[in-house]
């Protein structure tokens, strides 16, 4: 699958996190668009409650680099502490051949060691078809 900013455009809802120092958090939303140019996207990332705690107004958008979006810069709670967010994409089917799409997203909070894998849906996958 192709990966332009268009195809990251969306609205995801982060269904799973593992890892330390979480940056991004099962439950959370994240608004990807619109496309600033063919290299910079605005976002919106928000709580569970749909509180924005992340803008691109604030903090920057995200870039396209190599087919996945990367953002570098400050923690929310503490500004001395660097935080990169790296962001794939990928396309699955069902057995039925519904596609969907998904995010797959890697968060690093200060040391290197520190980091974060979670993953996103713009929709729930359809339920398998029964045989």
Do not use: C
């Not at 605005?42 to 990367?70: C, K, M």
Request: no cysteine.
């Amino acid at each position: 699958m192709s990966k332009t900013i268009k195809d990251f455009e969306g609205d995801w809802r982060v269904r799973w996190v593992t890892g330390v120092l979480l940056v991004i958090e099962e439950g959370y939303n994240l608004h990807i668009g619109p496309p600033i140019n063919d290299h910079q996207v605005d976002y919106v990332l928000s709580d569970s409650s749909g509180e924005p705690i992340r803008t691109s107004g604030e903090f920057g958008p995200l870039e396209l680099v190599d087919g996945s979006l990367h953002w570098d810069g400050p923690a929310v709670a503490d500004p001395n502490l660097p935080t990169r967010i790296y962001i794939s994409l990928a396309e699955g089917e069902t057995l039925d051949g519904t596609s969907f799409r998904s995010l797959y997203g890697t968060t690093l909070r200060g040391d290197p060691e520190q980091v974060a894998i979670w993953g996103a849906n713009d929709v729930p996958p359809p339920s398998p078809v029964a045989p």
